[in-house]
């Protein structure tokens, strides 16, 4: 009979939120901040939700990027696509097979890696079917490949072994910016979304931009997997400051144009053992907002380090220095960056930038 047609990814709407897209112009827009926004997935997809911001963009795990108001897309250096065609065919035949007998599943493929999904089956059923497909891959087409094979929440991913998120990231930040700029950064934020493989990505960034450094200057924000990269010498907060921050019940209040954003919780994950001998924080309802800080200009002008911030998102313990429980929380503090730095001159439309 005639070759069937590998059923389409069913379509998902991903959309920024129109005020979280205003803050991250502003915050990309300020001549002192770099941010760049990874993911895993396609670069058609990232630029789809991103791709009038004056940000790096950095798709395909960070395998290809798009430099800020650039049309075209740059490959990573080190990562070559010859060598991916010796496992890639086998891969795609055994992603294949169980695609057609796992209902709810479906394939990916890009030019550095290809993924098998299953975010659409029966949990049982599509767990044991994952346990089947990694068998085979080690099995088959991997059993003498280099190729990696990053295990996420409901997928499977085989990728070269060049095209790590860290090695990548790392890779972009010192061509890109360069090893003059990195060694002048005073701050920098990593927000990240990843596989638990791909989980060095925050140690990489603190080895890479945590020395001593010659002169504090402009800030770096690296946003990982969905969204979210501010520039925030407003994470550098005290004990004090920590304990006015609480997250309020039920959904999330509606802010008001002009309101200073609500309180959030900051939540230490891979260091708060080391913080074990800090007195509990006392409530004072008195004390104004913990967002309610001095300039920017003012924080840590006496460092001379950079001061990089790791953070995941969800209450699972991850190599991040801290995590927030909720995307609302990233929203939040997102807002409360934009909220710190100068006005904007008068006449800059800011409406054209509601979301898709």
Not at 312 to 325: E, R, Y
Request: one cysteine or more; glycine letters at 6%.
């Amino acid at each position: 009979g005639p070759e069937k047609t590998p059923p389409a990814p069913p379509a998902k709407t991903v959309s920024l939120p129109a005020e979280l897209r205003q803050c991250l112009h502003r915050i990309a827009g300020s001549p002192s901040t770099t941010v760049v926004i990874t993911t895993d997935k396609s670069r058609q997809a990232l630029e789809s939700v991103a791709g009038d911001l004056p940000v790096f963009l950095a798709p395909e795990g960070c395998c290809v990027f798009r430099r800020p108001g650039e049309t075209e897309w740059s490959t990573m250096e080190g990562v070559q696509s010859d060598g991916c065609e010796e496992w890639m065919e086998g891969v795609q035949v055994v992603f294949d097979y169980f695609r057609e007998r796992t209902p709810g599943s479906y394939c990916e493929k890009q030019e550095y890696q290809y993924r098998w999904y299953w975010d659409h089956a029966q949990f049982d059923f599509g767990s044991a079917q994952a346990r089947e497909v990694l068998i085979h891959l080690w099995a088959g087409p991997l059993v003498n490949s280099e190729a990696e094979v990053v295990v996420g929440t409901r997928s499977i991913t085989v990728r070269a072994h060049e095209c790590s998120r860290a090695a990548c990231l790392e890779r972009f930040l010192c061509n890109e910016l360069g090893e003059q700029e990195l060694q002048a950064l005073d701050f920098a934020l990593c927000f990240a979304v990843v596989s638990h493989r791909d989980e060095d990505v925050f140690e990489t960034l603190q080895n890479l931009l945590e020395e001593p450094q010659q002169e504090p200057s402009p800030s770096l924000e690296v946003s990982e997997e969905a969204t979210e990269t501010p520039r925030a010498d407003c994470a550098h907060t005290s004990a004090n400051a920590e304990s006015v921050l609480h997250t309020p019940p039920g959904p999330a209040p509606m802010v008001k144009p002009g309101e200073p954003p609500p309180a959030y919780d900051w939540v230490p994950t891979a260091q708060k053992e080391k913080h074990k001998e800090l007195p509990a924080p006392v409530v004072v309802a008195e004390e104004p907002s913990a967002l309610v800080l001095p300039p920017a200009s003012l924080v840590g002008s006496d460092d001379r380090f950079c001061a990089c911030y790791t953070l995941s998102l969800g209450m699972k313990k991850t190599k991040a220095q801290h995590t927030l429980p909720h995307p609302y929380h990233v929203q939040n503090l997102i807002r409360a960056m934009a909220s710190r730095l100068p006005p904007e001159p008068r006449g800059t439309d800011e409406g054209s930038l509601a979301a898709k």
